[in-house]
T-cell receptor, first 115, second 114 residues
Framework: AQKITQTQPGMFVQEKEAVTLDCTYD???????LFWYKQPSSGEMIFLIY??????QNATEGRYSLNFQKARKSANLVISASQLGDSAMYFC????????????FGTGTSLTVIP | DVKVTQSSRYLVKRTGEKVFLECVQD?????MFWYRQDPGLGLRLIYF???????EKGDIPEGYSVSREKKERFSLILESASTNQTSMYLC?????????????FGDGTRLSIL
């Protein structure tokens, strides 16, 4: 079974609008971290936001927020007030603590911001 | 800021050659990782290392080996390059095994095997 599932291969959003990128995960480890990364066309992977499995509140970093629903095992990224520079691939990732300590990545969502 | 440096952005090699991809991090991180990235497949883990001289196989280790003689350097070796190893290779590091420790990535190496 896939550890991380991103079901949206491509998304479009109008500039200045908000957009939600979906991510669901699968783990039996009680302690884990969830991460979102941005990859522009230039190729580098940029860390955006982190959510811990024990965190009670949703993480926020500037225009990025994470809609964490633990019971549903989802960790959706919300980008508010989209900008043209937000056009990129976005990857959801998970790190389990007690079972292997690896990172698991989804297949990514390509976001295009339309002027 | 953490700096992860990969030795080449673009590399072209021939089938059968032994290829070395170098990665250096400057923040005394314990963990280092090598991934390959192919369209539609996301990132796939090749090898990772918890500490100096330690290595663990990831999901796709066949055809690759690694070396970590110093904490800051993690090398990926293609023993005998083949055309199906043409890909984007990403190196990453993290401070330790804590669940809140993100990976920091290098800029990637686009490797073409002719």
């Amino acid at each position: 079974a896939q550890k991380i599932t991103q079901t949206q291969p491509g998304m479009f959003v109008q500039e200045k609008e908000a957009v939600t990128l979906d991510c669901t995960y699968d783990t039996s480890d009680p302690s884990y971290g969830l991460f979102w990364y941005k990859q522009p066309s230039s190729g580098e992977m940029i860390f955006l936001i982190y959510q811990g499995s024990y965190d009670q509140q949703n993480a926020t970093e500037g225009r990025y927020s994470l809609n964490f629903q633990k019971a549903r095992k989802s960790a959706n990224l919300v980008i508010s007030a989209s900008q043209l520079g937000d056009s990129a691939m976005y990857f959801c990732a998970m790190r389990e603590v007690y079972t292997g300590n690896q990172f698991y990545f989804g297949t990514g969502t390509s976001l295009t911001v339309i002027p | 800021d953490v700096k992860v440096t990969q030795s080449s952005r673009y590399l072209v090699k021939r089938t059968g050659e032994k290829v070395f991809l170098e990665c250096v991090q400057d923040m005394d991180h314990e963990n280092m990782f090598w991934y390959r990235q192919d369209p539609g497949l996301g990132l796939r883990l090749i090898y990772f290392s918890y500490d100096v001289k330690m290595k663990e196989k990831g999901d796709i280790p066949e055809g690759y080996s690694v070396s970590r003689e110093k904490k800051e350097r993690f090398s990926l070796i293609l023993e005998s390059a083949s055309t199906n190893q043409t890909s984007m290779y990403l190196c990453a590091s993290s401070l330790d095994g804590g669940r809140n420790q993100p990976q920091h990535f290098g800029d990637g190496t686009r490797l073409s095997i002719l």
